[in-house]
């Protein structure tokens, strides 16, 4: 039934004009008619819906990755039937995160037929670039320089921490050390007088 609803208010979920917590309202008042047992608040309802969404995502990611057995989930069609479009769990394009590696310029130029006729020809079997241009393929980027900084500060920051807290900490045990060595001494004194 919270499916059902879902899909009936989800034009309403998407317009400007409606907020989400009063879409979520009307959707409880509607199962609360439907079933006097079905008393759910509005968050309760989003909450579930939010978890049906989120177990139905895993198991459509896990039946994507090649060599898995395919898993199911409770309601996995219905949900199926609503959001297998959509481009939050069907994406329209991936991009990747692997970076590709810059090619050398002598790797270019072998692996490409130089011919006259090329209109590449003079771009990739030209030998003489200029030094910038070769620079600018072995440069690290800003970001990789900037987290190699910020990695440095880090570290720094962290040894300078732990060397303080050891440094905290052998003077607890020499004052712990002192304190006994004075309990001690009281203790001696008070048995010599007795």
Not at 49 to 65: A, P, S
Not at 124 to 133: G, P
């Amino acid at each position: 039934m919270l499916i059902y609803l879902w899909k009936e208010h989800e034009s309403k979920f998407k317009s400007s004009k409606f907020r989400k917590d009063t879409v979520w309202k009307e959707i409880s008042e509607k199962l609360w008619k439907a079933n006097n047992n079905w008393r759910y608040s509005a968050t309760q309802c989003e909450n579930k819906w939010k978890d049906l969404r989120k177990t139905y995502v895993k198991v459509k990611d896990h039946n994507n990755t090649s060599g898995n057995s395919t898993k199911t989930c409770k309601f996995f069609d219905d949900i199926n039937d609503i959001l297998s479009d959509k481009p939050r769990i069907t994406p329209i394009s991936v991009a990747s995160n692997l970076r590709k590696r810059p090619l050398s310029i002598n790797s270019t130029v072998n692996s490409v037929n130089c011919s006259s006729d090329s209109e590449n020809y003079d771009l990739l079997c030209d030998t003489d670039l200029d030094v910038e241009e070769q620079t600018k393929i072995t440069k690290k980027p800003r970001r990789q320089k900037d987290f190699d900084e910020l990695k440095t500060v880090l570290q720094s920051t962290a040894k300078e921490r732990e060397e303080a807290r050891e440094r905290r900490h052998q003077e607890m045990l020499n004052q712990s050390e002192k304190a006994i060595n004075t309990m001690k001494d009281v203790m001696l004194k008070l048995i010599e007088k007795f």
